[in-house]
């Protein structure tokens, strides 16, 4: 099986944020990423708009439905009511719950299941009744899985930010995606399908890919952002199919 990829433009809107001006064009540039071979369109609104605005977000509905109908549309972040009220409105095929503070810069870690687990179950139950996918960011931690299925959550996404970050250590490379293995390996046995995201590029894809044969979706912004600056959207998309290949 070969995972998907979902491409996070939220990196594209940051840039077009610095100026008040409609370029980067954010759906020409989906647009282009789904041609491409793209399966889905990743967006993290947060409260202060800096990336994502609230008004991108039926223009990215409206793409994938008229033009992309295969694709898919994940809405990540933080389940406060305006959330889940922006999740209601544009009625995405996944939402991806993420524990962030609004003050970060960009996620860095996991759910606490075990502390969240009263907070986070009546939202996926209600997500669920909306006919919404539910995945839930988590750490490396084989205990996760298992606690993600008893939420009634669908899958997990592994955040693979500590993996990325160690591109200039081997050891600790190894060291983390041995942990990465082992969580997904306990999602295989806890009957939970895995995602990952977070810091992945095409070099450090292949090793995750082949250490997890059940990774069905990953989710990548800055690092195809940064590579389409110098192969284009299409080139970057393409450069990140092939690494997904088994």
């Known amino acids: 099986m070969t995972a998907s990829l979902s491409v996070n433009i939220n990196a594209i809107a940051m840039l077009r944020n610095r100026r008040d001006l409609p370029w980067p064009n ?55 009511r305006e959330f889940l009220d922006l999740v209601a409105a544009n009625e995405p095929e996944q939402v991806t719950l993420v524990p962030d503070d609004p003050a970060q810069s960009t996620s860095d870690h996991g759910w606490d299941l075990e502390r969240d687990a009263d ?35 669908d899958r997990i996404e592994l955040y693979t930010g500590p993996y990325g970050g160690a ?13 990465l293995e082992l969580t997904a390996n306990a999602a295989a046995k806890a009957g939970i399908a895995v995602n990952a995201g977070h810091d992945l590029t095409v070099e450090n894809l292949p090793a995750l890919v082949k250490k997890i044969p059940n990774l069905v979706e990953v989710s990548i912004g800055h690092g ?5 600056l110098v192969h284009g959207m299409a080139g970057a998309v393409g450069r990140y199919l092939d690494a997904l290949q088994p």
Do not use: C, W
């Open 167 to 179: 591109h200039d250590d081997p050891i600790r490379e190894a060291n983390e995606l041995e942990k």
């Open 224 to 228: 195809l952002t940064a590579d389409a």
């Open 119 to 153: 907070f986070l179950r009546p939202i996926i139950t209600d997500l669920k009744r909306q006919a919404i996918r539910v995945s839930l960011f988590v750490d490396a931690d084989p205990e996760a899985p298992a606690a993600a299925k008893m939420l009634g959550a």
């Open 26 to 80: 954010l759906i020409g540039l989906g647009r282009i990423a789904l041609a491409a071979g793209a399966s889905g369109l990743t967006v993290h609104p947060r409260p202060d708009e800096r990336h994502i605005r609230f008004a991108d977000l039926p223009a990215i509905r409206a793409l994938i439905d008229d033009e992309f109908p295969q694709a898919e549309f994940n809405i990540e972040g933080y389940p406060t």
